[in-house]
């Protein structure tokens, strides 16, 4: 992953999902949108919000925090979506609201710690400790990984 | 340079598919001067071209095979073992290609190996025949096949057409000046031919064809907007805009359009390598090649037509030998037939091999626990037989080297989902095994009907949209509700109902259908109604594929962009049918039964039965398909003549009759009543209350003494007696058959009942299946006739006399001509019984004569056979 690379410094789009920061490569995103006209699909996984129109591409949208077991959202601010691409398939992960775009050094970065949360751990590539808070860095191909339950 | 070379690979692949067909052709067929002019006039031009192109090793092999190819132009024999170093050659040359595409150069190496093999055959070839015959020959293109170094050959078109148009015109010329002699002619065509198609890149194709979509999308749009708008000056422009818009889709449509042969050219070569290496004789048949679908289509299912031929060669067919002992041509058959059918192209690929083995596919079902052992025994074959389809199932004992490499059918399945496609598979064991795969023409764009559930809008393709009807809650479309399902009763037919709110879980009350619409829908030959709460229009909508998080959703087949410009899903009625769950699919293969031609064994298939009270409190059933309709009659219609309970209903006065003295008409009320109708004719049974449908397995196990009742089932858990329709009809109309109850009998016997009447074969084989016989029901003498021919054991056939197409006395005669089946007895069934028809049916050889309405007669006569048969 890039995070990996031998670069010193590493860009990643900031999320806030569910009060929590998240970090994702910014090589990954396409694009931050506000969704609109969200298709809801019926006996879709609980993780797919629906389905939207983006410039004539169909994307998926991916609740964020369903995703991540961090509850369900009652504030009733406007959500926005942060557009990735996997496998040639568009999909949209939707969050609380986007933060700036971060140069973090690799030297700030740490491992996940053992006793983190098995549901966040599985998505997540590792930490950083920024000066107020941690921002996690989220794995797009891990995220998109929503284990199917094939109907009988 | 680089362009040069890349049309030159994709060109030169080409051309060597094509040798691969003709060669495989020339080898059947040697004394076919045009098929190896064909092949000749192809290699040379790799030859040619290579030299231009400066590829030593590729025009090195080139020639050797060319003046190996010379020698069969002079009049050698093609041996077999030439071609197939020819083959090899080939594929040599093919390997060569395909490093020179990834890494723009030949790959080291050498070829000297193959090359001297070439050279030996040229000599040992050259020593049985005519050796110097090559000028002679007198191609005027070849002036030197063995022209080795230097580039442009004289007379290759294909070389000039590279090195510059003018050259290649002046060679033409040339020819022509030299009195060209009938090849060069042909070239001539060829150029002309050449030069009414232009090579254009897929992805050229491809791109255009998204394009096209949007414009769809934006043209779908700006008539959303107009619609909105009822005087708009746009309107008349934008008309003729939708109109372009949709011959340039079509246009765009066509250049997607291959020939389905594209996917087959490469199997005549597979099978003839295939039956060298197996030591079995093969023939392959194709038919319909020049049918075309969509190239994306076409991509999808090459591999699994290649996949299929193969295991047809390798497990299908049998050795010589074993073809020989079962009585069979030595040469096996594999055919690919191809064909158009509404929106769909079905694609069979058939062999007259060995077949599936049920019991080994039985076994390893249990093996991977896909069926428990108590289940598996209750299946029907046809059923056993889907496992193949299921994900690492492969039967083949041992691995060859063609099939059974973990590759199975699940792939070929999964690969014809992805295009929203269907596959079959029938088998008769020692007769062979078919699969029919259905698929769609086009991906791409479908006419669609929008509709609305819960909120929520829907597209369903068009294609399986037979009709629209509103549901009212009184008239002649009127929702009927049986507990849990509903059904729709439209034109004399009880149509199962479906509802998106609730099949999509979006229902919050469930009761208010009436007033919605229903989509009259066709999956394959089941109908049946889609209830929605709204239909808007149709549209043409580009289908997109379905994201792969939601691709498990069987009920959906992709989704699309409105000219709104939200996303909608788009339903697979194929999906819905399935939720409807073994309901459709059972009577799927009931209509099967009866109207198709390999006809399944009735018996082990689950059957729609109607579950009712009537007299007691313990329910009762009768199949669903026996039952015309379901009425509910205000009961003070019911008029009581001569003695009976008579209603009027349609014009006519239809007989109440009563299931036993516990069922009383009622007074007042509504009197629910199962209607029975054959032809003209209509009786109804008087039940107390209508319970359920249930699917479920029609296992009488208790047969009963009580008249009217066949015997006691399990259905849906319960003890449920089995009413005998055939006991109450004659209670309406005498002539309609009298019946005694049925004797009880416990050695199953296998019957074959052919009757072209589908209500005497429903009727009869629930009878005969109490009376403890295994009963496969035929709906023509035909039908029953390629049973036969197939070698599947009967004790005894039951025919109906009057039948369109093949009476009853021409299949007893057409039984009695086959020596495998001339012993079998036969029962003749029929309404008329006159001395001459009894008479004549001695001459044909029925062993005995039962009146149709007769039961007990043919219980009593089918004992006596198969008794006979046993002692025998």
């Known amino acids: 992953m890039i995070q990996r690379a031998d670069h010193n410094l590493n860009e990643y789009v900031t999320a806030l999902i569910g009060g929590q920061l998240f970090g994702l490569p910014i090589l990954r995103v396409q694009d931050v949108f506000a969704p609109e006209r969200l298709t809801a699909v019926p006996l879709s996984p609980p993780e797919v919000a629906g389905v939207l129109n983006l410039r004539g591409r169909i994307v998926t949208l991916i609740d964020m925090r369903c995703r991540l077991g961090l509850g369900s959202r009652d504030d009733g601010q406007q959500s926005m979506a942060i557009g990735v691409e996997s496998r040639g398939e568009s999909y949209g992960l939707l969050i609380d609201s986007v933060g700036e775009v971060l140069k973090l050094d690799n030297r700030a970065w740490e491992p996940n710690p053992s006793n983190l949360d098995a549901r966040l751990a599985s998505v997540s590539t590792g930490i950083y400790r920024l000066d107020s808070q941690l921002l996690m860095v989220l794995d797009v191909d891990r995220v998109l990984d929503i284990t199917v339950k094939v109907a009988a | 340079m680089d362009d040069l070379l890349r049309e030159f690979v994709t060109e030169t692949n080409e051309s060597l598919d094509v040798v691969d067909v003709e060669l495989v052709r020339f080898e059947q067929d040697p004394n076919n001067a045009k098929i190896l002019d064909n092949i000749f006039r192809l290699v040379h031009t790799i030859k040619g071209t290579c030299g231009f192109l400066g590829l030593p090793r590729l025009e090195a092999l080139a020639h050797a095979a060319e003046t190996l190819m010379g020698k069969f132009r002079d009049g050698a024999p093609a041996s077999s073992e030439a071609v197939t170093l020819i083959l090899v050659t080939i594929d040599r040359i093919k390997t060569i290609l395909e490093s020179l595409e990834t890494d723009q150069r030949e790959p080291e190496g050498t070829d ?297 059918m699940d792939v070929v399945r999964n690969n014809i989902d992805q295009i929203g496609g269907t596959i079959d598979v029938k088998s008769v064991a020692g007769a062979g095994l078919s699969f029919t795969i259905k698929i769609p023409l086009t991906l791409a764009i479908v006419a669609a009907l929008i509709v609305e559930a819960g909120g929520h809008r829907f597209a369903i393709p068009q294609l399986s949209v037979v009709e629209l009807v509103r549901a009212r809650g009184e008239g002649e479309h009127r929702i009927e509700r049986i507990k849990d399902t509903r059904v729709l009763r439209l034109r004399d037919k009880l149509l199962p109902l479906v509802s998106l709110r609730h099949l999509f879980g979006l229902a919050n009350d469930v009761d208010d259908i009436n007033g919605g619409y229903i989509v009259v829908t066709q999956v394959g030959s089941q109908s049946f109604g889609i209830v929605v709460d709204g239909v808007f229009h149709t549209e043409e909508i580009v289908v997109k594929p379905m994201s792969s998080k939601l691709r498990h959703i069987a009920m959906f087949s992709g989704n699309t962009i409105l000219g709104d410009g939200s996303v909608i899903m788009i339903i697979d009625p194929n999906g819905v049918a399935q939720a409807f769950g073994t309901n459709v699919a059972s009577q799927l293969a009931a209509v099967e039964a009866s109207e198709a031609k390999p006809a399944a064994a009735v018996g082990g298939a689950t059957t729609s039965l109607l579950v009712f009270r009537a007299g007691s409190m313990q329910p009762k059933a009768v199949p669903l398909s026996l039952i015309t309709r379901l009425e509910e009659i205000d009961a ?88 005998d329709v055939g006991h109450f009809l004659p209670l309406a109309f005498e002539d309609w058959f009298r019946r005694k109850e049925p004797q009880v009998q416990h050695r199953p016997r296998s019957v074959l009942l052919v009757d072209d009447s589908p209500f005497f074969l429903n009727m009869l084989t629930p009878v005969l299946q109490a009376a403890g016989y295994s009963v496969t029901a035929c709906a023509s003498a035909r039908d029953a006739l390629t049973l036969l021919a197939e070698g599947r054991p009967f004790d005894v056939a039951i025919t109906d006399i009057e039948m369109p197409d093949m009476n009853g006395f021409e299949f007893a005669e057409a039984v009695r001509a086959d020596p495998r089946t001339a012993d079998l007895p036969i029962i003749a069934l029929s309404s008329v019984v006159s001395p001459e028809a009894i008479e004549r049916g001695r001459r044909v050889g029925f062993h005995d004569y039962v009146a149709k309405f007769d039961r007990q007669g043919l219980i009593a006569a089918l004992k006596e056979q198969t008794g006979v048969v046993q002692a025998a």
């Open chain 2, 636 to 723: 003070r219609k019911i008029e009581l003549s001569n003695g009976r309970h008579m209603v009027q209903y349609r014009g006519h006065l239809m007989p109440l009759i009563s299931i036993g003295e516990n069922v009383r008409v009622k007074g007042e009320g509504a009197q629910p009543l199962l209607v029975f109708s054959d032809g003209s004719r209509s009786m109804a049974i008087v039940v107390d209350e209508i319970v359920d449908i249930v699917d479920d397995n029609l296992d009488i196990q208790v047969a009963s003494d009580t008249p009217g009742v066949l015997g006691s089932a399990v259905v849906r858990g319960q003890a449920t007696e089995i009413i």
């Open chain 2, 112 to 408: 000297t190996d193959l090359i001297i093999s070439l050279e030996r055959m040229v000599e040992r070839i050259g020593a049985g025949g005519a050796q110097p015959g090559r000028q002679a020959a007198g191609a005027p293109q070849v002036r030197d096949g063995g022209a080795p170094a230097r580039g442009v050959v004289p007379g290759d078109h294909e070389g000039e057409s590279r090195a510059g148009a003018a050259e290649g015109g002046s060679e033409r010329a040339a020819k022509a000046a030299s009195g060209a002699v009938e090849p060069g002619g042909k070239d001539d065509e060829a150029a002309k031919s050449v030069n009414q198609t232009i090579r254009v890149t897929v992805d050229t194709l491809e791109q255009l064809m998204t394009m096209v979509s949007e414009l769809v999308l934006t043209r779908n749009q700006l008539l959303e907007i107009v619609r909105r708008h009822e005087e708009s000056e746009f309107k008349a422009p934008l008309q003729r805009l939708s109109n372009v818009t949709a011959e340039l889709q079509e246009g765009v449509m066509k250049t997607r359009m291959q020939p389905i042969g594209n996917a087959w050219q490469k199997l005549p070569r597979i099978v003839r390598d295939l039956s060298n290496e197996l030591g079995k004789k093969i023939e392959l048949e194709m038919q319909g090649a020049d049918t075309e679908l969509d190239r994306q289509v076409l991509d999808l299912i090459k591999d699994p037509l290649t996949h299929m031929v193969r295991n047809s060669a390798d497990h299908g067919l049998e050795s010589p030998d074993e073809r020989r002992a079962a009585g069979k041509p030595e040469h096996g058959l594999i055919r690919l037939s191809a064909y158009h059918e509404g929106g769909y192209i079905i694609i069979r690929v058939a062999d007259d091999g060995r077949g599936l083995d049920t019991e080994r596919i039985k076994a390893k079902a249990v093996a991977q626990g896909l069926v428990s052992e108590s289940d598996v025994e209750k299946l029907p074959e046809a059923q056993i037989h889907k496992f193949i389809f299921s994900p690492g199932f492969s039967t083949a004992a041992r691995i060859t080297s063609v099939s059974g490499r973990g590759v199975g």
